[in-house]
């Protein structure tokens, strides 16, 4: 297996065979493998959803929250699943779906950023049945609004590669929270230093991998752990707005997926946005930041 996030499709393969069964029969048993990558400390509710993505790989997705930060910065674990695999490439849709619990509303209406998701065969696995069987999930939301009540046919949507043609403005600054570089990082300033290019570029490649139909508004934000490992995260918006996902939650979401677990970890990070932008990102960001790794510097450039 590749990590505790991602199974291969070979290995996904092999191991379906090993018990006798087809990959989408595979997923309802790793379910509580999901759930236990999950982070609520404010619900105790562990949600796990494994999804099987059109290249043939497994994804996985946990629900995690932040005490002390309002509800609404809480990661949904579909959210996380479908973060993962757009940030991994997995294909341009979703086949199969088992979660632990019936989706929310929040979540059933950002999985309807997927192209064709009315057909993806979903399975719930704590329903009170003795088998539980996959159903297409227009059953769960059988009047859906979505993507193509505000957008032409050709848009790309969430899995899909996008191309926001953007650049560094060229009069930009970074705008950072303390100004001295002596004091940032956790102590790692020689770290901050080596990595500022690198972590810039990232995030604009990120910026430009985001999927904003709805604002026109891309954005994108690289984290740096004290190790130097770089962490990139898009925007990922809903057409129904309040399910997207900020660009410092995506980015947390690529931090979990590589192995991260402490936040305090997080030493620096770069977020790319346009100025004057109708939706804005640095105070969501800065906000999340400051509470879970309070020493790191968050510094922004705008972009055009």
Known sequence: M??????SASDAESLAKSKGLSVPQLLPSLVKSAQDLARPPISN?????????????????????FPGLPLN????????????????????????????????????????????????????TDQPIENPVYRPIISILPDPFGPFDLLDQEMPLILEKHDNKLCFDKDCNFITQNGDLSNLSNGHPESVKKNDGNLAGLALEAARAS?????????????????????????????????????VQAALVAYMVAGGVEYD??????????????????????????????????RVIHCV
Not at 280 to 286: C, K
Request: proline content about 5%; aromatic content about 6%.
């Open 73 to 124: 910065y809480t990661i949904h674990a579909e959210q996380f699943l479908i973060t993962n695999l757009a940030a991994h490439g997995g294909g341009p849709k979703l086949l199969h779906i088992a979660v632990s619990a019936a989706p929310c509303g929040h979540c059933r209406q950002f999985l309807q950023e997927l192209r064709g998701v009315s057909n993806t065969q979903i399975v719930i």
């Open 211 to 247: 999927h904003a139909p709805y604002s026109e508004c891309p954005s994108g934000v690289a984290l740096m752990d004290c190790d130097g490992n770089v962490y990139k995260g898009s925007y990922l918006e809903s057409a129904a707005y309040n399910p997207s996902m900020m660009p």
């Open 265 to 298: 970890r997080i030493v620096e990070a770069v977020l790319v946005e346009k100025q004057g932008g109708m939706v804005r990102q640095e105070d969501g960001a800065r906000l999340m930041l400051k509470h879970i790794s309070p020493k790191c510097e968050l």
């Open 2 to 7: 590749s990590n505790k996030y991602i199974i």
């Open 45 to 65: 509710f562990h949600v796990g959803v494994v999804g099987l993505s059109s290249d043939g790989r497994i994804f996985m997705g946990g629900n995690i929250e």
